[in-house]
């Protein structure tokens, strides 16, 4: 007897929406409008799109989230890795408009916090939620 296949409801459907990327070069400041869901592919695709932007070292990479619907929190270890590489290059990374929902999602998921940068949990969620652009530690 075959099985019975499971439809999905219409908001299982539409959470598989692609992301959209904008992205705009400002001199040594790149700023990238995000909407849709965050996942490990739009992870790739949004390194893959801001790395042009990044002449020499020392630029701003300005990450507005106020479109993005969620964050599947399997992309956060790629996020938190390229977000280590951009600091290797003397890059820093700023969260502009993040939910407090979604910067629970990054913040909860980073254990694997570096030698010096401020421990993860609920003292950086407090700092994320407290200033309207902010660089990620």
């Known amino acids: 007897m075959p099985r019975e296949t ?8 539409a959470a598989r929406s ?18 849709g869901i965050l996942d490990r592919e ?3 695709a949004l390194a893959a799109r801001v790395a042009p932007g990044l002449a ?20 956060t270890r790629p996020f938190i890795t390229w977000h280590r590489r951009l600091r ?17 999602i990054l913040v909860m998921e980073d254990w694997d916090v570096a030698p010096g940068d401020p421990p993860a949990g609920l003292p950086t969620l407090r700092h994320l939620g407290s200033i309207a652009a902010v660089r990620m530690p």
């Open 18 to 35: 692609t992301m959209e990327i904008q992205v705009q070069h400002q001199e040594r400041t790149v700023r990238v409008s995000l909407s």
């Open 88 to 104: 290797t290059y003397g890059h820093e990374l700023f969260l502009q408009g993040w939910s407090d929902y979604l910067k629970a």
């Open 56 to 75: 020499g070292r020392g630029c701003h990479v300005v990450l507005d989230g106020t479109g993005l619907t969620h964050m599947d929190y399997r992309a």
């Open 6 to 13: 499971t439809r999905q409801a219409a908001r299982q459907e």
């Open 42 to 44: 739009g992870v790739a």
